[in-house]
Nanobody, 124 residues
Framework: EVQLVEAGGGLVEPGGSLRLSCAAS????????MSWVRQPPGKGLEWVSA????????DYADSVKGRFTISRDNTKNMLYLQLNSLKVEDTAMYYC?????????????????RGQGTQVTVSS
């Protein structure tokens, strides 16, 4: 059974930083692209970033490019998202999700694999 457990969220002032983590189990983590997605209050899911299975390719939504960095450690089955220069509009529940298949485009994610999420609140 696929299990993804997100952690690391919190309350931070604008301009601050956080590091989110996602612990994966129940599947061959090293074979799947992974994404971070977020859901702002009252809005739908928004793709944030993705990383290829071996970590050699990454991509970001324009809204976070240059501020967020995605990475993974396949030896530990862990996915990370470093959030820097946080803005109020980054406030959301953040989730990690796996690609539906090993051959999927690396920016495609299966939203049903999300964990419980970790809340990021940016406020002064």
């Amino acid at each position: 059974e696929v299990q993804l457990v997100e952690a690391g969220g919190g309350l931070v002032e604008p301009g601050g930083s956080l590091r989110l983590s996602c612990a994966a189990s129940g599947f061959a983590f090293e074979d799947y692209a992974m994404s971070w997605v977020r859901q702002p209050p009252g809005k739908g899911l928004e793709w944030v970033s993705a990383v290829h299975a071996q970590g050699e390719l990454t991509d970001y939504a324009d809204s976070v490019k240059g501020r967020f960095t995605i990475s993974r450690d396949n030896t530990k089955n862990m996915l990370y998202l470093q959030l820097n220069s946080l803005k109020v509009e980054d406030t959301a529940m953040y989730y990690c999700a796996k690609a539906p298949n090993t051959w999927s485009s690396f920016k495609i994610y299966d939203s049903s694999t999300r964990g419980q999420g970790t809340q990021v609140t940016v406020s002064s």
